[in-house]
């Protein structure tokens, strides 16, 4: 598997859910005040600069595509839909 140009292969990292001051229980689809989303990066195109396999990121994830592979979901995001590098 090889990513191309500045495409970025990612894993998104599930986040558990969160709990509102009234106590409902909220899942990370029911969380829309939230934009950007957790994931590791699993394969980086050729021409993408400050971003390495294996790093922590978050991304928009309002630019995301979904694709399977041997069974396994990944996404892929441009370079630019990068927000944080942790």
């Known amino acids: 598997m090889k990513a191309i140009g500045n495409n970025l292969i990612i894993k998104k ?11 409902l229980i909220l899942t990370e689809k029911q969380r829309e005040d939230v934009r950007f989303q957790k994931a590791e990066v699993v394969k980086v195109g050729d021409s993408v600069v400050a971003v390495q396999e294996n790093d922590i990121i978050y991304f928009d994830k309002t630019a995301a595509h979904r694709i399977e ?6 996404q892929v995001i441009r370079q630019e839909n990068v927000v944080v590098v942790l």
């Not at 990292?13 to 106590?23: H, L, M, P, V, Y």
């Not at 592979?69 to 990944?74: A, L, Q, R």
């Open 13 to 23: 990292i599930e986040e558990s859910n969160q709990q509102t001051k009234g106590g």
């Open 69 to 74: 592979i041997e069974k396994e979901p990944y």
